[in-house]
């Protein structure tokens, strides 16, 4: 699954993918990526080979549990890993973690 990073912690990442806004992913499920306190106090998590994930980062995630919570918001809970092939940060050309809609009235 893919989704966009919306907060970044110590223990990892929280994701927004779809309809699901709680998709968590634990630093121990990110092999090789440290949690580094970046310029202007903004927190992400860097890899190896220097590539980041921060706020705003399209990340290929697998989803190792889910779970059903009807508290406050019924809603799915989801923990997460990037441990494999083809996970993590996805490099999209122009993307900046907004949702653009292209506009239908100039195709009819």
């Not at 223990?11 to 202007?40: A, H, T, W």
């Not at 083809?86 to 009235?105: A, I, Q, R, T, W």
Request: glycine share 12%; with cysteine; hydrophobic share 40%.
């Amino acid at each position: 699954m893919d989704g966009v990073v919306y907060r970044v912690i110590g223990g990892g990442v929280f994701i927004k993918s779809g309809p699901m806004s709680y998709v968590y992913l634990s630093d121990r499920k990110m092999p090789n990526y440290n949690y580094v306190l970046g310029e202007n106090r903004n927190p992400r998590y860097v890899g190896v080979d220097l590539s980041r994930i921060e706020i705003g980062v399209l990340v290929r995630f697998r989803v190792l549990a889910a779970k059903w919570v009807e508290d406050k918001y019924r809603e799915f809970r989801v923990l997460a890993s990037i441990d494999g092939d083809g996970l993590g940060p996805v490099s999209m050309n122009g993307f900046d973690g907004v949702d653009y809609e292209m506009p239908c009235s100039n195709i009819i």
